[in-house]
C-alpha cells in the first residue's frame, strides 16, 4: 500500500472512531514521510485514545513544532495545550504547566486573538475552583464560553459550561449547575464533541455526581458512557475511569460481583495514572462489605501509595474487625483532616457509627448534626439517606426510640427508592431495635426477617449469622454478662441489676468490668452500642 494509501485509510478510520487501526495506518503513513501537523494531530489523539500516551505526547511535541516551522501559531499553541492536558491527566504537574505557559507566550508574543485563548482559561479556572473560590473559576469560565460562542467552537463550549456547572455546584447553587451540565452533555451524545474532550466530559460530570451524592444520574451516565466506550472498541483512554464509576453504582446497588470484576479491571487500565488509587480503594471497599479483610486491608494500602487515602473505608474495617479504639482514633483522625463536603459527608457518615461504637455518644451526635447540615444543603436522596440513618443511630443510643423509628424508616424509604440493599438491611437492623425497645416482637421478627434476606441475597455470611439468631450467645460474653449487659443496656445502675439477678453489687461490677474487657470499650453507653449493633437487644 502507498503512503497516500495509508493517509487516506487513517483519515477514513480516524474518522470512524477505529483508534487502533487509525494509529497504525496513520503511523505508518509518517514512517515514510513526515505527516503534516493537522494530520500529526490525529496520529497523537488516536495514539492517546487508544492507550499510547507516550507515543501521543511525542505526536502532540512534533505537532507543535511543526506548526512553528510552517508560521501557524495558532497551531503550534493549540498542540502545546493538548500536550500539557495530557501531561497533567498522567500526573506530570510541572511539565504541563511549562507547556501551558510556553503556548500562552507564543499566542501573546504575535498578538494573536483565537479561540485557543479561551482553552488557555480552562487550567487557570479550574485552579481558582480547587483552591476554594469558586465564583472566580465560573468568571473564567464564563469568558471561556463567551470565546467559544465568538468562534462557534463546540468543544470550548462544552468544556465551559461544564466547568461553569462545577463552580457553581461549589457555589450552593446545585440545580443550576446541574442543569449545565446535562445541557453541555447534550452536545457530547450528539456526537458534536471531539472525542478527547467527550471522555474528559463524561468523566467531569460523573464526578460532580460523586460530589452532590446523585446516584440515579450517576447511574444514567454511567451507563451513557458504558455504551460510547463500546461504541469504539480500539478504546483504552477513559475505559478504565467508566469501569470504575461503574463499578461504585454497582456496590450500592447490591451487584457486587460485577462491581470486584469491573474495578479489578480498571485497576489494570489505571495502574500508571492517578485515578489507580482510586480504583484500589473502591476494590477495598467491596472486600470489606464481604469480609474479606485481608483483601481489604491490601487493597486499601494500595490506595494510600497511590495517593488514595483509605478513609473512611480502613476506619470501617477496623471497626468490623472488633478494633474498636483503633477505628476511633483512625476516624477522630479523619475528621481533623478533611475539609471537602462529599468526602467529609461519608466520614461524618462513618463517623457516627464508629463512635457509638465506641461509647463516645456526644462526639456522634455532633457528628450526626454536622451530616444532617449537609444533608440539608445539598439535597441529594443518597445524603439525606445516610443522615437519617445516622441519626436514627445516634437518637436509638440516646433512648429517645420515637425519633429513632421516625429517622431509621426515612432512611429506609430512601434506600428502597434508590435499590441500595446492604444499606436498607442495616438499617433493618436498627428498626429491629426500635421494635425491641416499644415491646413489638412481631415487628422485631419481621424486620429482622428483611435484613436477614437481604444480607443473603448479597451473600454476607458474617452478618447473617448474626441476623438468624438474634438471640443467641454474644461471641465472646458468658451468659450471665450477657444478662448484665440486657439490663446495663435499658439504663440501669449496678444496684438495680443486682437486685434483679439476685447477685451481690460487687459481684455486677465485676461482670460489667468483665463486658468492658471483652468488647474492648470503656463507658456502658459504648457496651450499649455494642449490643444495639448486634441485635442482642
Known sequence: ??????????????????????????AAADHEIALDPEDLERLAAAAYLAGREDESEACWERAHRAFLERGDREGA??????????LQLRGAVAPASGWFARAQHILDEAGIECV??????????????????????????????EIARRYGDRD??????QGRGRALIRL?????????????????????VSPMLAGDAYCTVLEACQEIFDLRRAYEWTTSLARWCAAQPDLVRYRGECLLYRAEVMQLRGKWDEAVRDTQDACELLMSRPAAGAAFYRLGEIHRLRREFDKAEAAYMHANERGRKPQPGLSLLRLAQERIADAAASIRSALLDTRAQATRARILAAAVEILLAAGDLERACTAAEELAQIARAVDAPLLSGMSA????????????IAGAGTSLREAWEI????????????????LAAVCGQRGDDDGRRLELDAARKLFKRLNVEA????????????????ERELQVLHLLAAGKTNRAIAEDLFISEKTVARHVSNIFDKLGVSSRSAATAWAYQRNLI
Open 1 to 26: 500500500m502507498t503512503r497516500a494509501q495509508e493517509l487516506e485509510h487513517g483519515r477514513d478510520a480516524f474518522s470512524r472512531r477505529a483508534w487502533g487501526e487509525a494509529y497504525a495506518r496513520l
Open 77 to 86: 499553541a493549540r498542540s502545546a495545550w493538548w500536550l500539557a492536558v495530557g
Open 116 to 145: 485557543v485563548r479561551g482553552y488557555l482559561l480552562i487550567p487557570s479556572a479550574i485552579q481558582r475552583i480547587v483552591q476554594g473560590d469558586p465564583a472566580a473559576g465560573d468568571a473564567l469560565f464564563n469568558q471561556a464560553a
Open 156 to 161: 470550548l463550549a462544552c468544556k465551559a459550561g
Open 172 to 192: 450552593g447553587r446545585v440545580r443550576e449547575g446541574v442543569a449545565l451540565l446535562d445541557e453541555a452533555m447534550v452536545a457530547v451524545i450528539a456526537g458534536d
Open 389 to 400: 440513618h445516622a441519626t436514627g443511630a445516634v437518637r436509638l443510643s440516646q433512648g429517645d
Open 415 to 430: 434506600w428502597r427508592d434508590l435499590e441500595m440493599p446492604y444499606d436498607e438491611a442495616q438499617t433493618c437492623l436498627l
Open 463 to 478: 452478618p447473617l449469622a448474626r441476623v438468624t439468631e438474634p438471640s443467641g450467645p454474644a461471641g465472646p460474653l458468658s
